[in-house]
């Protein structure tokens, strides 16, 4: 039973759309909203409350579709507003809600505010939408101060006239001056516009960057970057106390609305900032990402998960869990790799991918393994879930995508001074069918060559339907715009859906077993067990428990330590291997009902 009402966010299960490479119908190589909804039934039955759509909007794809050219429109690529229409509609018709991903910080180079800052020139109304500055040196032949792009080189881009504009990421995507009445304006007009489609919510991108203090201080006087989530009020980019007052313009936005809309912040932000940004009187949420960042270690997940708690109960309300996104390298990858506790989350994957998945063993049955543990865990969490398109499959980091075939603006870039290959390994177009497999690529033998078949990504839609009837194969006119590996055969969504011994399997169980045992309770608590039920190595332990339905109490546990753990007495529900004479071996988890 999916939650309706003004609290039904509270404990969702929002899966994550990429839209791009989700599924095709018209055979451009390039997912679709159509594709989307011939998905449907399969959404539907994997159990999720709602979807969360990253960008669809028209854009020129210099960062994957976050730099937008127009916010209240469909890219005709990917279809019509009439398409998103019956997108929402289908969504709805099965109970589920749909966010979409609202891209505030920045807007694409093509968008026609920036366009016409550049013909207006400098000192012009059209300039004061973006942040626009003089450059140093006897010609400002150079860079206001030394600031650099989250995806590395400078973060100032000269143009014709010998102005510098800033942008925080690529420099297709020039930062708005949120000072600018019309900058606010125009934004809550968008909030509407998709609030009146009947959206039920927005995934906020970069919600901590629109506040900026460029002119307190001579720009030259701050070189340093200024640090992400530094929770300093004087960092002129980051998390500056001002951005708050957006967000309660549009939580007053939100509610206009019945019930009231929702929203989510993507914000990178010290701990003790995160309530703000999700208090009842801004937008109601934030993502939390220590899950995400946590190598394969209990106490880094036992310390991901009481933070989380913390910081929600600081601001009234719920927890995220995320285990992967189109942000990051596929976990099932991740847990696969060599486990090396770093500084800097993502070390070991993000450098094996920089060298094509070659410097270490990728050890495929670990991280399906602990894969299936770990969202075991997530899933008997209270709060909400955020699960990424293809993890349900088990999908691994694609990490040999010729350098040449990258869309990523991050790859050849340096980020904290590192070079990375960047995030599309985790964006290649989803495998549907495991007959439709094309034949190895002339210049790979182990990737398809998308002219012969897509594993079902690019296939019409079956001439009469019901909408959610999936089409027949056919051959596409264009290859999936990110080369699909042959191994993708052993991941079909068809071929799993028939395996009950299947990642699909599980996560449809899993979704089913959350919703009736502890998301129908209504109770966000959580209990840790004590040590003494945690075998002989509790430290190696993540043993919680919460209220279930019934008046049971649901035990979750999951063994990272070598030695089983004798599982509490009562009835397993669902375990992500069997337990052996009663004891639960390494990388699982169990949820036993006592
Ligand atoms: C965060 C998004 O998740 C990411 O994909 C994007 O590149 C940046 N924001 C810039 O919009």
Redesign the pocket.
Known sequence: MRAQGSDWWKQAVVYQVYPRSFRDTDGDGLGDIRGIVSKIGYLDELGVDALWLSPFYPSNLA??G?DVIDYRAVDPRLGTLADFDDLVAAAHARGMKVIVDI?P??TSDHHPWFQEALAQGPGSPARDRYLFRPGRGEHGELPPNGWRSVFGGSAWERVDDGSWYLHL?ARE?PDLNWRHPEVRADFERTLRFWSDRGVDGFRV??AHALAKDLDSRPLDELDQDPVQGSGSPDNPLWDRPEVHEIYRAWRRVFNEYEPPRFAVA?AWVAPEHQRYYASPDELGQVFNFQFAKAGWFADEFRRAIADGLAAAADSGSTSTWVLSN??VPRHATRYGLPQVRSRVYHQIANDWLLRDGSTYYEDRAHGTRRARAAVLMELALPGSVYIYQGEELGLFEVADIPWDMLEDPQARRTLHGDAIKGRDGCRVPLPWEAADAPAPAAWSASFGDGATGSFGFSAPLAPAGDGSADGVPARAAAAPHLPQPLWFAGFAADAEAADPSSMLALYRRAIAARAELLTATGDTSLSWMPASELGPEPDQVVGFERPAADGRALACVANFGARPVPLPAGEVVLASVDPVDGALPQDACAWVLR
Do not use: C, L
């Open positions: 960062d994957g976050y891209v910080n920045h990421f995507q991108d970069v993507e189109h942000d």
